[in-house]
């Protein structure tokens, strides 16, 4: 087992241009939330007995999933991640009634052509076509760099 920092700098060997950086800084929290919401519509009604029923869908049970894999390598990046997943549900919570179907969809086409874009500029492919798990890396890279201004060590 490598330990978070191994895949933050690997991650980064493909994330060295300052504008596919700047890109993946929106795009990368965009396809997570863009995630989010399209799994949020997958109700899970089996869990009904055992959790509330807003929690009944596929996206609480990724968001859960997701904690754990970061729990295995860092507890401050676990904690960091899971506060982003909550944001991130609460507003798909409190706008879940809306007749957004088609935004979600658009939201994650368009920030992956985006991230291509950025792939491209920068002329190295996307660590995941490499290891799947780096998409899962991502999202908690971005959230190393806010740590490392802040001074919380990972």
Known sequence: MSSIKTY???YGESHQNSINKLIHWFCV???FFSIIWLT???KL???NSLIPNYLCNLAFVIILFGVIF???YSIQIAI???LFSILNYYIIFSISNANFEILPVLIFLFSWIFQLIGHKIEGKKPSFLEDIFFLMIGPAWLLSFIYDKIG???
Do not use: C, E, N
Request: charged residues 10%.
């Open 29 to 31: 929290p965009l396809i």
């Open 70 to 72: 970061y729990l295995y």
């Open 40 to 42: 949020y519509f997958i």
């Open 8 to 10: 933050f700098d690997i």
């Open 45 to 47: 009604t089996f869990l």
């Open 80 to 82: 960091g991640m899971f």
């Open 152 to 154: 919380i060590k990972y």
